[in-house]
């Protein structure tokens, strides 16, 4: 089973031929439908989750049923950052697609490359909450409505029922509550969570809650602008990232023995077969889980990374982003495919095959029992963003996190964090307004 799409993303650089291969597959297929001739209106659909590749090929089946003069070629691509910036250079923005709401969706957005839905009546359905999320990573002139979610993850806790109850262990509502819940697993033989340390990507989840919701909301508009330093900045990692650092280094103390060399696949099957109480993975996820053990006991809960339960927040993403080229030529066809997306028996289709979170007002409410315990923080509007869906791409987050909880030494992560910060700075240029 691959790793979830948003961290493949950042962690897994595509080669130069692998590249040339993507390329090469998209202009053949560009190339391809211009030339069909069979008068039906060809829309380039640009599907960049490999995990839905046959939810998508259905949807696009019975869209096509139902509307016989649009022919929707679906573009199913491995590095769908590459792919994409490679074919915008070329001239050849897709006309519908599908992008992972993180930061390189809020750069093309920036640069104004799609084109602004909010007049579309299914942009006025859409939780107002998650809608903030995605804009919030930049759109067209600040002031455009350059993608509509159509799912979203989350990550919180995955816990499994039956140990809980087999210890008598609450649902932890407060920091002190999970830190406890961990000590009375582990005293009684059990792992309170399964680390899987193989793949540096995988302490993210934990760090994206913790500095989520400890560190300043603004933090990002003070260290991400033109000329910031560790010194001169109101914010910086050294200065406000000491009590997630902490926590993170607290939670992975817990790591079983040879954690070092467990990865993602190994965590999904243990935690699915019992062999702990705990994973600090996201819904993202379940679907893994099930596929190792379709009868897994799963659960989930927030990060409670204060003792206020008040405070207890959601961290969840714009999994899955619909978009429009702003160039198509096809305008009218293209609302109308998007239309169609964001209609409830697709939303619902969809979020039930994928175990995702249905960003609508009127979705149905989700049966599906792992995301139980955090549905209603969705519904409500509890939610924040990605924390690291505003780290630059060129900052090693992953390896970073990696290095911190396996060596425990804290102010170098910090330190560290700054420098690289500083360097992304020192090359940003602040636009002058006329």
Request: glycine fraction near 8%; charge should be negative.
């Amino acid at each position: 089973m691959r790793e979830p799409q948003r961290q493949r993303q950042r962690n897994r650089p595509l080669t130069a031929l692998a590249s040339a291969a993507v390329v090469l597959s998209l202009a053949l297929s560009l190339s391809g439908c211009i030339g069909a001739g069979d008068g039906r209106v060809k829309l380039d659909f640009f599907q960049y989750k490999p995990e839905a590749v046959g939810q998508f090929e259905k949807i696009v089946a019975d869209f096509e049923t139902a509307n016989p003069g649009i022919d929707i070629v679906i573009n199913n691509v491995p590095d769908p950052d590459t792919a994409i910036r490679t074919l915008l250079v070329k001239g050849k923005t897709p006309d519908v697609l599908t992008l992972n709401g993180n930061g390189n969706f809020g750069d093309l957005s920036k640069a104004c490359v799609f084109a602004d839905l909010s007049d579309l009546p299914s942009a006025s359905r859409v939780n107002s909450s998650v809608q903030g999320i995605l804009n919030g990573l930049g759109t067209c002139h600040d002031d455009e409505t350059n993608g509509l979610p159509f799912a979203n993850n989350a990550s919180g806790i995955l816990y499994n029922p039956e140990i809980f109850a087999k210890y008598g262990v609450s649902v932890p509502q407060t920091w002190d509550q999970l830190i406890t819940a961990a000590d009375t697993f582990k005293a009684n033989g059990v792992n309170p969570f399964f680390m899987t340390l193989k793949d540096a990507w995988t302490v993210q989840p934990s760090y994206v809650n913790l500095a989520g919701n400890l560190m300043p909301a603004t933090f990002f508009d003070d260290v991400r602008s033109a000329g910031w330093t560790p010194t001169t900045g109101k914010f910086s990692f050294e200065k406000n990232g000491t009590e997630a650092a902490t926590k993170l280094a607290k939670l992975f103390s817990y790591a079983q023995p040879g954690a070092e060399s467990a990865g993602y696949n190994d965590g999904n099957a243990a935690f699915g077969a019992g062999k702990s109480a705990m994973y600090l993975q996201g819904s993202f996820a379940i679907p893994a889980i099930r596929a190792a053990n379709p009868h897994a006991s799963i659960k989930s809960f927030p990060y409670p990374t204060t003792n206020d339960p008040a405070k207890n927040t959601l961290v969840s993403g714009v999994d899955v982003a619909l978009a429009i080229g702003k160039e198509t030529k096809h305008p009218a066809e293209a609302k109308k495919f998007v239309e169609y997306l964001m209609s409830p028996a697709v939303l619902n289709y969809y979020s039930a095959a994928q175990s995702s979170l249905t960003p609508v007002k009127d979705a149905a409410p989700s049966t599906d029992p792992a995301l139980a315990g955090i549905q209603g923080f969705f519904n409500e509007g509890r939610i924040i963003g990605y924390f690291d869906h505003h780290v630059p791409p060129s900052i090693p987050l992953g390896p970073l996190l990696q290095q911190f909880v396996l060596d425990g030494n804290e102010q170098a992560f910090l330190s560290r964090m700054d420098h690289e910060f500083e360097k992304v700075a020192a090359r940003t240029i602040t636009k002058k307004v006329d």
